[in-house]
């Protein structure tokens, strides 16, 4: 067997390839634009202007000049962090990610905490007794989460909650994690959480019953069975450890995918986060807002892969060998 690469060596090359593959999402998503009709210049004058002034504004914003020299420049900006000024709210972009990104970092870590909860607990309900009718009745309430639309599950909750106590904050705040009370920031995080987390927790069953159950059959745990070892330390002493690799590379993933999947969970608990700038942003036709939530959300997902390899690689340094 040929030699492990260094951890460091293998972490410097993945992160090269991550801001490769950041590069080239900014690129099409700029090709992307280009494309549609119009530009930003046409969407921030006045077309009444005089044709004169309007020519002469649109040479100094630069839009008249060459695709390749708009991309460079573009591009140029980006990596500064200067995304450009909000079209609809006329401040900088960078300013309205800055406050939008936390929100959707602490909502998609606490549904991300629900759903890993959740799911391992039914998977551990289920994989010890696979085949089994609780078994059956667990996979199947996992199968009706994941089937059930996220829109119609926020709204279920929604409703409910509202039915239950009139005055629960269903609609969020402007700035949930300053309220005063640590209490009342739980009641407002509380159920966009559980909207992501319950539709996550199906997923992480699924994929920590199947870990657990491939764990359970494998040979040297049928021998420490044979040897009348507890199936209770069976579980927790040798499948869980083994069950843990899968389920850690899907915990770097599911992260940045609630972040960047949380649109219609935000917009209607009117959680002041990325989804729900996105969608102001779309319904106001403000392209640099749009173009930095794209780039926002690139760089969480791609950071969110390195994660999870980097994750799965402590756990298993001979993952180093096939990456």
Same mark, same amino acid.
């Given at each position: 067997?040929?030699?492990?690469?260094?951890?460091?060596?293998?972490?410097?090359?993945?992160?090269?390839?991550? *801001?490769? #593959?950041?590069?080239?999402?900014?690129?099409?998503?700029?090709?992307? *634009?280009?494309?549609?009709?119009?530009?930003?210049?046409?969407?921030? #004058?006045?077309?009444?202007?005089?044709?004169?002034?309007?020519?002469?504004?649109?040479?100094?914003?630069?839009?008249?000049?060459?695709?390749?020299?708009?991309?460079?420049?573009?591009?140029?900006?980006?990596?500064?962090?200067?995304?450009?000024?909000?079209?609809?709210?006329?401040?900088?972009?960078?300013?309205? %990610?800055?406050?939008?990104?936390?929100?959707?970092?602490? %909502?998609?870590?606490?549904?991300?905490?629900?759903?890993?909860?959740?799911?391992?607990?039914?998977?551990? *309900?289920?994989?010890?007794?696979?085949?089994?009718?609780?078994?059956?009745?667990?996979?199947?309430?996992?199968?009706?989460?994941?089937?059930?639309?996220?829109?119609?599950?926020? %709204?279920?909750?929604?409703?409910?909650?509202?039915?239950?106590?009139?005055?629960?904050?269903?609609?969020?705040?402007?700035?949930?994690?300053?309220?005063?009370?640590? !209490?009342?920031?739980?009641?407002?995080?509380?159920?966009?959480?559980?909207?992501?987390?319950?539709?996550?927790?199906? #997923?992480?069953?699924?994929?920590?019953?199947? !870990?657990?159950?491939?764990?359970?059959?494998?040979?040297?745990?049928?021998?420490?069975?044979?040897?009348?070892?507890?199936?209770?330390?069976?579980?927790?002493?040798?499948?869980?450890?083994?069950?843990?690799?899968?389920?850690?590379?899907?915990?770097?993933?599911?992260?940045?995918? %609630?972040?960047?999947?949380?649109?219609?969970?935000?917009?209607?608990?009117?959680?002041?986060?990325?989804?729900?700038?996105?969608?102001?942003?779309?319904?106001?036709?403000?392209?640099?807002?749009?173009?930095?939530?794209?780039?926002?959300?690139?760089?969480?997902?791609?950071?969110?892969?390195?994660?999870?390899?980097?994750?799965?690689?402590?756990?298993?340094?001979?993952?180093?060998?096939?990456?």
């Amino acid at each position: 067997m040929p030699p492990l690469p260094s951890l460091g060596r293998w972490a410097l090359g993945r992160v090269l390839r991550a *801001v490769g #593959l950041v590069g080239a999402v900014l690129l099409v998503t700029w090709c992307l *634009v280009e494309a549609l009709p119009g530009d930003a210049c046409s969407a921030r #004058l006045d077309p009444d202007l005089d044709p004169k002034a309007f020519a002469a504004i649109r040479a100094a914003l630069g839009c008249d000049a060459p695709a390749l020299t708009r991309l460079s420049a573009d591009l140029a900006r980006v990596i500064s962090l200067d995304l450009g000024v909000s079209t609809s709210r006329h401040v900088p972009v960078r300013s309205l %990610l800055a406050q939008a990104l936390p929100a959707s970092l602490v %909502l998609g870590g606490a549904g991300l905490a629900i759903g890993q909860g959740l799911g391992w607990a039914s998977a551990l *309900v289920q994989a010890p007794r696979r085949g089994t009718a609780l078994d059956v009745g667990v996979g199947a309430v996992t199968v009706l989460f994941a089937s059930v639309p996220g829109f119609a599950l926020a %709204l279920a909750l929604l409703h409910g909650a509202l039915a239950f106590d009139p005055t629960w904050p269903a609609t969020g705040t402007s700035t949930p994690w300053l309220v005063p009370t640590f !209490a009342e920031r739980l009641q407002a995080m509380l159920l966009p959480a559980v909207a992501l987390g319950l539709g996550a927790a199906a #997923l992480d069953a699924r994929v920590a019953r199947s !870990a657990l159950v491939g764990a359970l059959t494998q040979d040297h745990i049928r021998a420490a069975r044979a040897r009348g070892v507890g199936e209770s330390r069976l579980l927790w002493r040798h499948a869980v450890p083994n069950a843990l690799l899968p389920a850690v590379a899907l915990l770097g993933l599911q992260l940045p995918a %609630l972040v960047s999947g949380a649109v219609v969970v935000e917009t209607i608990f009117a959680w002041p986060g990325m989804g729900r700038l996105l969608v102001d942003a779309v319904h106001a036709a403000d392209a640099p807002v749009v173009l930095g939530v794209f780039y926002a959300y690139a760089v969480v997902v791609v950071a969110g892969g390195v994660f999870a390899d980097l994750a799965a690689v402590l756990l298993d340094p001979r993952i180093r060998l096939a990456t």
